[in-house]
C-alpha cells in the first residue's frame, strides 16, 4: 500500500506527464501550421559537353513566404533514366532565399562522359531519354531547423549529337 506521500508524488507527477503532453501537443500544432517556402522545377535543359561528361542545368524556382532571407544549407539531387540512376551530387552553401520573393536556383547536373556513351549507344535512332530529377533542397528555418523540400520533374531531354562534341 502507497503511503501518503507516494500519492502526493504519483498525483503531481500525473499533472507534470499531462501538462507536457499538453505543451507537446500545442507546439506540435503551431509547428505544423508555420508556412514554409515553396518550389517548383520550371526547366531542365542540355547545356553543353566537355571533357569530364555532358552538363544539364536544371531551373528550381523557390518562393519565400518570410520577410527575411533564409539561408540554404545544401541542394542534393539524383538524375534517373529508366529508374538507373546516371548522375547525383550535392551542392553545399549554395546561398540564400531572398526575403518575400522568388530566388531562381541553377543546378547544374553533370552526366558522366562514359553514362552518356552508354546511353548513345542505347537510343540510336531517338536523341532523347526519359528522366526523372529528384531534388532535395534542404534550408535552415528560424526556431524549426533545417527543413528538406523534396521536387521532383519528369520529361525528356536531348543527348548530344556528334557536333556538340565537336
Known amino acids: 500500500m502507497a503511503s501518503p506521500d507516494e500519492k502526493v508524488v ?9 501538462l507536457l503532453d499538453k505543451a507537446k501537443g500545442f507546439f506540435a500544432e503551431k509547428l505544423a501550421n ?15 559537353v566537355t571533357r569530364q ?3 544539364y542545368h536544371a531551373k528550381i524556382s523557390v518562393k519565400n513566404p518570410y520577410p527575411q532571407s ?19 551530387g550535392t551542392i553545399p552553401d549554395p546561398g540564400s532565399l531572398v526575403g518575400n520573393g522568388t530566388t531562381v536556383l541553377d543546378v547544374p547536373v553533370k552526366v558522366a562522359y562514359s553514362i552518356a556513351v552508354s546511353l548513345m549507344k542505347d537510343m540510336c535512332l531517338d536523341w532523347d531519354i526519359d528522366y526523372q530529377l529528384d531534388i532535395g533542397l534542404t534550408i535552415d528555418l528560424p526556431v ?3 527543413i528538406t523540400i523534396p ?16
Open 151 to 166: 521536387l521532383s520533374t519528369q520529361g525528356e531531354i536531348k543527348l548530344p549529337s556528334l557536333r556538340d562534341f565537336f
Open 34 to 48: 508555420i508556412p514554409t517556402p515553396e518550389a517548383t522545377v520550371d526547366n531542365v535543359d542540355f547545356k553543353g
Open 144 to 146: 524549426v531547423g533545417d
Open 53 to 55: 561528361g555532358v552538363d
Open 70 to 88: 533564409i539561408p540554404i544549407c545544401q541542394i542534393s539531387y539524383i538524375l534517373k533514366s529508366d529508374t538507373r540512376a546516371i548522375a547525383s
Open 10 to 18: 504519483e498525483e503531481k507527477a500525473s499533472l507534470i506527464s499531462g
